[in-house]
């Protein structure tokens, strides 16, 4: 029986300290270690927190820039000719072109569309046109016109000649009309 008080005596200390243990490990650590997870999801939630605060306090700027960009972007777009598609935009242009010329008393003999160049987000559309044109103050008139007009056409080539040398009046004009779009 002493053995069995002496086994016991030795057993229930040990016990009692494999139990502290027990309770320090997944009591005491699990608790801390989960206070330690809280206060960083709180950190993370608080500074998520200020960044929307700031976004939201910069927001009448951001707001007053994009309108600006809007404007600048309404600005910039009546500079090329607007299509859906690089033929829309070919056939706008040669109807433009053809207004001026017929606008100006010429008349037209010949029209074609030749292939766009690629410009990085933007497209060259090419029209060559050849008209007859009455006297060099329409070809001046038609030159004038297209050169300054919104949206921006330019004149890439040019050849005029008289129609009939032995009586001068009407020109033969062939012309090289370019000008961009954002189609597709």
């Known amino acids: 029986m002493k053995r069995k008080?002496?086994?016991?005596?030795?057993?229930?200390?040990?016990?009692?300290?494999?139990?502290?243990?027990?309770a320090y490990q997944y009591g005491y650590l699990f608790?801390?270690?989960?206070?330690?997870?809280?206060?960083?999801?709180q950190s993370a939630r608080t500074k998520a927190l200020e960044k929307s605060m700031k976004l939201i306090m910069e927001r009448p700027e951001l707001e007053k820039r994009l309108n600006r960009l809007k404007e600048q972007r309404k600005a910039d777009a009546s500079k090329i000719i607007e299509a859906q598609t690089i033929s829309l935009a070919a056939a706008t242009l040669q109807d433009?072109?053809?207004g001026i010329i017929t606008g100006r008393g010429?008349?037209?003999?010949?029209?074609?569309?030749?292939?766009?160049?690629?410009?990085?987000?933007?497209?060259v559309i090419n029209v060559?046109?050849?008209?007859?044109?009455?006297?060099?103050?329409?070809?001046?008139?038609?030159l004038f016109g297209m050169e300054t007009r919104t949206?921006?056409?330019?004149?890439?080539?040019?050849?005029?000649?008289?129609?009939?040398?032995?009586?001068?009046g009407e020109l033969m004009v062939k012309i090289r009309v370019s000008a961009l779009t954002g189609g597709k």
């Open 106 to 123: 010429g008349s037209i003999t010949s029209e074609r569309v030749e292939r766009p160049d690629n410009l990085g987000k933007f497209q």
């Open 128 to 142: 060559s046109i050849d008209a007859v044109l009455p006297n060099t103050q329409a070809l001046s008139d038609v």
């Open 5 to 22: 008080n002496r086994l016991f005596t030795i057993a229930i200390p040990v016990i009692a300290v494999l139990t502290a243990l027990v």
């Open 151 to 168: 949206p921006y056409l330019v004149v890439r080539e040019m050849d005029a000649r008289i129609k009939n040398i032995r009586d001068p």
């Open 31 to 41: 608790i801390k270690h989960e206070m330690a997870s809280l206060k960083e999801a």
């Open 96 to 98: 433009t072109v053809k």
